[in-house]
């Protein structure tokens, strides 16, 4: 039994009640409440009301309703039970609805405001949202909490500057007072210069991921990014017909290709060619016809820019006629230098600290461990890359393949060589590299230790009997360092400056105390830790200060205070007062943090330390001070040639045997005495006469030769 509860309200009349039992009625007027009671009520006409009286429909099952298609509908009623399915509603006014059951196709094209949950579909079939504005302006969807606008997106109003341009899909943000903030994304439907690419995002916000995706085994928990058919592999365009256009006796072929080189155009709007070689820009031509002779197909180097639709290629051979032609199916394909991924960050800030362009934080803390020796264990990698070269080995063409490259441009002033880079004010380091502190976030916790190695060449050996190996593990090129009249510090560059214990101390670093022998020293306090008492330190340089000498040698370190970062040591003499002293930035070596050695070679070798057209301007390989030398050990005993310094300008060169060993050299021979040419001045050789059977010892004093 279905019920039809029309309500009507006059304001200027009293209500009144009343009750008809299936009655037709024509042109009926009530005031107050009407109540139609019966199975079937039929409207031969329009069923209207006037001003703004509520209109109240109940009915206790399925009921086909047509709603008025104008004017301001209203319904009270929130329960959703109570609500059959509107087919096709068309609402053109300001609508506001509860809660809504759309059966079919809703079309709004007049404003609306739903009061409770829009449901599109039934969970059966297809569901199709649609919003349609016009081509000029923009479609949207936004949110609100409460009367106020948070989040918007939008279907931009952009014109198409090339196909698939314009319309960008934007996502925008609004304050809690409903005000603008700004873009989170926006993206465009189709990339290239001819818009037939993949979408993409134009604009993208920074992004905070405090989660990761659950993946099988080996899988990439983070951002996965996969482009193994190629990064650069570009769309290809069908040109207009005939685009190909010859002259005859000549190889250099013209192509039409409308927007082809304009500022955004995929050929750019200059490129670099070598005759007779390659191009930063190449096109891969296909399903020509022959034209003058000529029939292109394949890839070919871009050689000039004629205009902004047209550039010329080398075809390889001369064409036997003048012609324009090449049929309506000419397809092209560009390739050039493109980066895989780009980063681009400008730091503005003078504030102390580190602005960092890129951080990455790894920290290992297994929830398992696998027992040493047994096989199978991880080894943990921050970074791992491979690159692979080109795979030819014809030994014909021209590539080269870099791993890493790291461009490095000083903006700033040149202050010269520097090699302790804790005493530069203006640091430009490539890389800089060692041990740190555990820090907070790093969970497992645990203390820092010392590193093994820092940089290492290896060869994984490829197996298969192939053989693959590192040629040149570091190397500098040519004319890479700078010259030392290039210098302002005069000095020049170095391939490899190795610290081993060298402590740069701060001004005047050295205090006496009166009537005592002991020198303070101030160091920094951390490069103190392990020290203990009784180990020595090396002070290179000679002091005295307030009547005590030190320096020139090694002595014992006594008081040692890490925290205030000093120890003490005895000189000679009496401090006749407490006072500071030692000049600026002296040096001194904590003997206990002196590393094994600057270089150790293993292994055998096919020559030892090598030079190849080598020249030094001093005429040494090795320029050290007097006190180094060159020192064999078998283990057992140590022969040695050192240089001992006598005094300022005088230096010993003290050969030195090991156990019952003997300082040998072999003399010259000759078939007379040796001559002055032979022997320079200043200088002696032991010499073997073959005609007198003789061997003495020649000198060369003041251009006269004497035998001792």
Partial sequence: MKKLILTLWFLAFPALASNYANGIFNNLTTQGTTTLAGATVSLGGNFSTSGAHPLTLTTTGSTTVTLPTSGTLLNTNTAASTYAPIANPTFTGTTNIPILSVSGNQT?????????TLTEGNGSGSALMVIKSATSSNGQIAYYKGGTQNWQITQGNESDTIANNGYDLGIYAYSDTGSYIGQLAQGQRGSGPFGDGKPYWTHNSPSYIDTYRSVSANGVPLNDIEIT??????PTETLAVNPITTTNGSATVTVNWVNCCNSTGPLGTS??????????????????????????????PVSSIVDANDFTIPAGSSATSSATGGGSSVTATWSSALSGDKEAVAATTGGSGFPVEHSDYYVVDPSFYVSQGTGGSPQYQQYYSQVYSPPDTSQTHAFGTIAHEMDLINRGSDDGYAPIQYNVARQTIGIWAGTSN???YAIGGGS???????????NAFPGSGTYAGVYDCNSTQPDSLVGATMDPAGHGGVGYDIFGAYETLASAPFSTSAGTSTITVAVNGQHLSGEVNGNTVYIPSTYTIAGVTFGGGSYAMSNINIGAGTFTITGSGTASSTTIGGGATPIMYLQALAPYAPTQFWGEWKHGITTTNFHSDDGSIINTQPGNGVVWNDGTGSASVTGAEVSAGNVNVVSTPAGTGLVLSKYSSGSAVPTAAQIPSGYCADWNNTTAVTTHRYCNVGGSIVQE
């Fill in 108 to 116: 709004t094209t007049g404003g609306g405001t739903f009061a409770g």
């Fill in 229 to 234: 058919n190629g990064y650069d592999v570009e």
């Fill in 271 to 300: 490129v670099s060619y070598t005759p007779g070689g390659g191009s930063n820009v190449w096109v891969d031509l296909n399903g020509a016809t022959s034209v003058g002779g000529l029939t292109l197909s394949g890839w070919y």
């Fill in 438 to 440: 555990v820090s907070s």
């Fill in 448 to 458: 820092a230790h010392s590193w093994n190695t820092v940089f290492s060449c290896f």
